[in-house]
């Protein structure tokens, strides 16, 4: 690895980790893949992260925000029935899909681990306001009446959610419209359209 500032060395490190957790799984990499792939000594590596949890949360927290600024760039420019489907259908899994496969790892983990706990709601609450976002915006814009955005956005994301982790068993474009469906029914149900 050639010489490069730090906060550049930090960003690669990341990057790679991710790369790794796409193609391994989270729980399969370990400190010598990523030693490896990035062509550096593990004493290297912890200069930048006290440990392998801490590296693993920096690394998630890195992807799920960039995640989640993608996501918030493309639903802006559309409409909030779209972008609502376009929620949906970014979650939900029609292949066996890796970055899906990161998130679940990750909540596996927060099921037992504090640290993981903690950044899986803070990326909960982040994704749940995106979904509040959109259905304010449709509400004020006349497109559609809701009577509580907060409870419409739980129980959008429940369904998202739980419907991505039923898929992800069996992903295929079958069940991925059919779950798709079901939620833009729930969506029609929750979201009075405007006459």
């Known amino acids: 690895m050639t010489r490069q500032p730090s906060e550049q060395r930090r960003e690669a490190i990341l990057s790679t980790a ?8 989270l729980l399969q990499t370990s400190t010598r ?3 490896e792939a990035l062509g550096i000594s593990r004493s290297h590596i912890y200069h930048y992260f006290p440990n392998w949890q801490a590296l693993c949360l920096a690394a998630l927290e890195h992807y799920m925000r960039q995640d ?3 996501v918030e760039a493309e639903l802006a420019a559309m409409q909030p029935e779209a972008a609502l489907k376009r929620l949906s259908e970014w979650v939900l899994p029609d292949d066996v899909d890796p970055d899906w496969l990161i998130y679940a790892d990750a909540w596996q983990i927060a099921a ?4 993981y706990k903690a ?3 803070r990326v909960t609450v982040e994704w749940n306001s995106l979904i509040e976002q959109v259905i304010t915006r449709g509400d004020e814009a006349g497109v559609f009446h809701c009577n509580d955005v907060a409870q419409a956005t739980r129980l959008l994301s429940g369904a998202i959610n739980g419907y991505a982790d039923m898929v992800s068993l ?3 474009a079958r069940s991925r419209q059919q ?3 079901d939620i833009e029914t729930l969506i029609a149900i929750l979201l009075k359209p405007v006459s």
């Open 33 to 35: 893949d990523l030693t």
């Open 18 to 25: 991710i790369a790794l957790f796409r193609s391994k799984g």
């Open 179 to 181: 779950a798709i469906t």
């Open 170 to 172: 069996e992903p295929n």
């Open 119 to 121: 950044l899986a709601q």
């Open 112 to 115: 037992r681990d504090e640290a």
């Open 68 to 70: 989640l600024q993608e």
